[in-house]
């Protein structure tokens, strides 16, 4: 039997009249922010997709059941029960489904659910990736795993800058999974807009990507494609207060014995607090800035269908 998706009225509804939809994760709510931070968070981004012409389809797992599009009220619920929320990943979905369970998802649980029910444009904040130390841990994100084999368009500023940037790239390159940069040839690094590092290719207008995306898919290639869109200017934090915050938080981690799916949601809120809030405060705007990016592409893939 197949596996059923309870869809929103509001995503049902675009659907049956092939309205854009972009997708949206859940585990912001859970695990980014505290509440109501984190709620307000998530109905202004969904806002922002409405008023550009888009529908939102924030996606979860509610007592077993995935859900492609949330009411106010089920995001107020995620949001209060936070952190006792199971992050969820790709690998955890079946467990999460047969225990009938709350889970958040991941970037790599909300692009294999957002594939499944045909969205194709996923708004986020940053991407997982290769963990620093990488080559002694192999702590490396299933994000970049989904990224390889799932048709879904991710629209962020880059890869979290406590990554290993540079490692992240490489594996990028070796999934075949094209990295393009928003009217920028720099990969984004998150709270700052330039890693030092090139991506594939620049494309400066929402037309560009959305074609790129169908011919990728038409060509029969497997895999989803980045757009790395840089955070606002006015937003950006002083890249060497970054990097400072970033390797306290990481010793701490390391002196704490933090590992796995931990290490990010330890390490974002360590930063946050190392830097004064202005992290998080840099964070939701990044991620704002990807909803629009997202709702401009998501038009354009819808006219080419």
């Not at 006792?84 to 369970?101: A, N, W």
């Not at 841990?137 to 406590?162: H, M, Q, R, W, Y």
């Not at 390159?173 to 094209?178: G, R, S």
């Not at 330039?194 to 991506?199: A, F, I, K, P, T």
Request: glycine share 8%; aromatic share 6%.
């Amino acid at each position: 039997m197949a596996l059923s998706i309870a869809y929103s009225p509001e995503v049902l509804e675009a659907k049956k009249h092939s309205h854009p939809i972009v997708a949206l994760e859940s585990t912001i709510i859970s695990h980014g922010m505290p509440y109501p931070q984190n709620v307000e968070t998530a109905l202004e981004a969904e806002d922002i997709l409405r008023r550009n012409g888009v529908t939102p389809a924030t996606i979860a797992i509610l007592k077993g059941v995935v859900k492609v599009g949330l009411t106010r009220d089920e995001i107020d619920y995620l949001g209060r029960q936070g952190l006792s929320v199971m992050k969820t990943s790709r690998r955890d979905l079946p467990y999460i489904i047969l225990k009938g369970l709350d889970g958040a998802t991941t970037v790599s649980a909300t692009m294999f659910i957002s594939a499944l029910a045909d969205i194709a444009v996923f708004a986020t904040g940053g991407i997982g990736g290769v963990h620093r130390g990488a080559e002694n841990s192999f702590d490396i994100s299933a994000d970049l795993e989904e990224l390889a084999k799932t048709k879904v368009a991710v629209v962020c500023a880059g890869a979290k800058s406590i990554l290993d940037l540079e490692k992240t790239m490489e594996v990028l390159e070796t999934k075949a999974v094209p990295v393009v940069g928003y009217k920028t040839h720099i990969l984004p690094a998150f709270y700052t807009s330039d890693s030092g590092l090139e991506v594939n290719y620049q494309l400066n207008h929402p037309q560009e990507i959305a074609q790129l995306m169908k011919n990728k898919w038409d060509l029969g290639l497997e895999g989803g494609v980045i757009i790395a869109n840089p955070i606002p200017q006015e937003y950006e934090l002083d890249s060497a207060i970054i990097h400072q915050a970033i390797e306290e938080a990481l010793k701490e981690a390391k002196e704490q014995g933090v590992h796995g799916k931990e290490t990010t949601p330890f390490l974002l809120q360590r930063i946050k607090t190392i830097t004064g809030g202005n992290s998080l405060a840099a964070n939701i705007k990044l991620f704002y800035n990807n909803c629009l990016l997202a709702s401009l592409i998501a038009k354009e893939y819808q006219t080419l269908l």
